[in-house]
């Protein structure tokens, strides 16, 4: 009879299992575990920008409410009745966004013109023409509207006027301090005819006459000598704004988000 022995034959695939086992199971050890461990610099970083960003979109978000309660304004009061301009110095506020009249004669020897203004993307001036108003030697700034420039900008386009007395209607804007200087292109002394802004002060200390602190913007439909007279409104570019606030707090959200990522590291 012939007899098996299974010891060595069960000792040699135990061991070959292990062998295996060993060689073949063995898994690499696990990485370390994440920890919030920001480095100094993007958090010093991150505390600059993100409080920077955020009053960005802020001062964004501030000036579109501006212009909607401009614009507000400018609905209510321009929707009410005719006030007639008087001919004695008034304040400013009394008279913006009121639709105005006035009776008189223009002035076109202190007549200018606004230089760097665009319609339909191209490039003029505004006629701005003193209205002396009857009964008195007050004047008032009448916006007649946009006219095209000429082909060789150094060269003036000569503007027609109305001579005798005329009606003007429309509506009284104060222009902005901030942006408008007066300023003399020639420097020759004489009248300068084409500014870039227009300061109401030293307008009236320029043309040596008292005149009222608003522009009357002409009526669309008023015969008074006008020329191209799409206003803008108050709340024009008012989503440009909304858009730019979004912005801003998107990036102040975006650095801190960056920031919480890569301060999780693993332990070294």
Do not use: C
């Not at 994440?34 to 993007?42: D, N, T």
């Not at 008087?86 to 008279?95: K, W």
């Not at 003036?156 to 005798?164: F, H, I, K, Q, R």
Request: glycine residues 8%.
């Amino acid at each position: 009879m012939t007899s098996f022995s299974m010891n060595g034959s069960d000792r040699a695939g135990s061991d070959d299992y292990a062998r295996s086992g060993d060689g073949g199971t063995t898994r690499p050890p696990a990485a370390p575990p994440r920890r919030f461990r920001p480095r100094w610099l993007p958090t010093l970083a991150a505390a600059l920008l993100v409080p920077l960003f955020i009053a960005a979109g802020q001062w964004q978000w501030h000036k579109a409410g501006a212009k909607a309660e401009l614009q507000r304004q400018y609905e209510t009061l321009g929707s009410g009745p005719a006030v007639q301009v008087p001919a004695e110095l008034v304040a400013a506020e009394s008279l913006r966004y009121r639709r105005v009249a006035a009776r008189g004669t223009y002035e076109p020897e202190r007549q200018i013109l606004i230089d760097n203004q665009t319609y339909r993307q191209r490039a003029g001036f505004q006629v701005v023409t003193p209205l002396r108003i009857e009964s008195g030697g007050m004047r008032v700034l009448v916006d007649r509207g946009w006219i095209p420039g000429l082909p060789e900008h150094d060269r003036v386009p000569e503007v027609d006027t109305p001579a005798g007395t005329v009606e003007v209607s429309g509506l009284a804007v104060v222009p902005s301090s901030r942006f408008f200087t007066l300023k003399d292109e020639r420097g020759d002394g004489a009248w300068p005819r084409v500014w870039q802004n227009l300061d109401m002060e030293r307008y009236a200390a320029l043309a040596g006459f008292p005149v009222q602190p608003v522009v009357i913007r002409l009526d669309p439909q008023s015969p008074a000598g006008g020329f191209v007279r799409e206003w803008p409104q108050p709340d024009d570019r008012r989503l440009m704004n909304l858009g730019y606030a979004l912005q801003w707090w998107s990036f102040a959200a975006t650095t801190v988000a960056l920031w919480l990522y890569f301060g999780f590291r693993r332990k070294t």
